[in-house]
Every structure is written in structure tokens, then in C-alpha cells.
């Protein structure tokens, strides 16, 4: 069975800074997917990035990137130039390939940006 | 214009009662999930469905019962509810079932009292 954990349970930072929110995850599959949750306090999940395991190249959209490290397992989510609507959970979530393929996710952390 | 919608979005309701949750997405996906969301933020996946078929059934309680008219809705029965079913309940799509994006409800948030 697939496991994510994000060790961090909250975490700060001052507006216009920048952060980074890790998670680790545990598989013996080598095709898989890899995914970053924002949870606002309206409740809406939204996709902020995903990351294809076969890929080497680090994801990247916007402000948000990711460096994935395979062989350690890792996938941590780069925010930079952190703005107030950043405020929110954060979830990393590990999706397998092929049938029956779901999504299990991390405990979450809570990002709060200061202005 | 909502891509995937639940109703309702707050239930209270007392223990032993049975209630439905009902979703509906409009973006001709052929998969469609239930997670629950605890009270400390944790989210696990309930159920998925496939053009109708289950695919997925999480170790759930036979109390919850999910039913799926038609690939567009998939519903959430849940039988003789307890405190702990006290949770929200995020309905989500995908166009398939291995699509790497999953699109999400606003979620449900069932309390028991």
C-alpha cells in the first residue's frame, strides 16, 4: 500500500517570500503520479500541480514548482512570491497507475502567509 | 455552471437517521469518487465508480451506500448514521479512471449530533 506524509503540520511565511512544503511518500510501484492539493477555507479542493514519476523534468506552473526527487522519494512544492490568497491546506497526493487507480493523500499542512 | 456539484452542502442531522448526499457532474466524465474528509483534515478515498460500475469500495461500513443512475450522478446513502460519520464528504470526477486530474465538489458537511 501506497503512504504520504508531510511531516510539517503548519507552516508561515511573509507575503512576497518564499516557501516550501515537503512530502515523502512510500511505493514499490515505479509508474505513478504525483500531486499537489490547495484547500482554501472555502473547502474547494484545487489542483495546484502534478508530476508524472517518468518524468525527470520538475514540474512547474507559476509561482509553484516542485522538486522531485525519485530515488529518496520525495516531492516537496516551491511557492514563491507568496501572496494572502496562498492561505491555505495544502495536500500532497500520490496517485498509482493502472486499474484501480485512486488518489491517497498526506495529512495536509496548514500555509498561512502573512502580510 | 458548476462542474461538479453536491447538495446539500451542510446536513445536521441526528444519529440513527438515514440521509443522502447527491452529485452531479456536468463534464461527461466516466469516473466518479467519494472521499471523506475527518475532523483532523485527513481525506481517503470512500468509493469510485466507473460508467457506472464500482471499481472501488474502500473498506467502508455497509451503512454507505453508494448508487449511480447514470454516469453523470453518483450518490451517497448512508444508513442508521453515527457520531463519527460526522465528516465532509467530497464528491470528485475524472474523465477517466486513470485521468491525472480529478475534479472536486464543494464538498458536504454531514454532523451528527
Known amino acids: 500500500a501506497q503512504t504520504v506524509t508531510q511531516s510539517q503540520p503548519e507552516m508561515s511565511v511573509q507575503e512576497a517570500e518564499t516557501v516550501t512544503l515537503s512530502c515523502t511518500y512510500d511505493t514499490s510501484e515505479n509508474n505513478y503520479y504525483l500531486f499537489w492539493y490547495k484547500q482554501p477555507p472555502s473547502r474547494q479542493m484545487i489542483l495546484v500541480i502534478r508530476?508524472?514519476?517518468?518524468?525527470?523534468q520538475n514540474a512547474t506552473e507559476n509561482r509553484f514548482s516542485v522538486n522531485f526527487q525519485k530515488a529518496a522519494k520525495s516531492f516537496s512544492l516551491k511557492i514563491s512570491d507568496s501572496q494572502l490568497g496562498d492561505t491555505a491546506m495544502y495536500f500532497c497526493a500520490f496517485m498509482n497507475s493502472g486499474a484501480n487507480s485512486k488518489l491517497t493523500f498526506g495529512k495536509g499542512i496548514t500555509l498561512s502567509v502573512r502580510p | 455552471d458548476t462542474a461538479v456539484s453536491q447538495t446539500p452542502k451542510y446536513l445536521v442531522t441526528q444519529m440513527g437517521n438515514d440521509k443522502s448526499i447527491k452529485c452531479e457532474q456536468n463534464?461527461?466524465?466516466?469516473?466518479m469518487y467519494w472521499y471523506k474528509q475527518d475532523s483532523k483534515k485527513f481525506l481517503k478515498i470512500m468509493f469510485s465508480y466507473n460508467n457506472k460500475e464500482l471499481i472501488i469500495n474502500e473498506t467502508v461500513p455497509n451503512r454507505f451506500s453508494p448508487k449511480s443512475p447514470d454516469k453523470a450522478h453518483l450518490n451517497l446513502h448512508i444508513n442508521s448514521l453515527e457520531l463519527g460519520d460526522s465528516a465532509v464528504y467530497f464528491c470528485?470526477?475524472?474523465?477517466?479512471?486513470?485521468?491525472?486530474?480529478?475534479?472536486f465538489g464543494q464538498g458536504t458537511r454531514l454532523t451528527v449530533v
Open positions: 463534464l461527461g466524465h466516466d469516473t
Open positions: 470528485a470526477s475524472s474523465q477517466t479512471w486513470d485521468s491525472l486530474q480529478a475534479f
Open positions: 508530476q508524472e514519476a517518468y518524468k525527470q
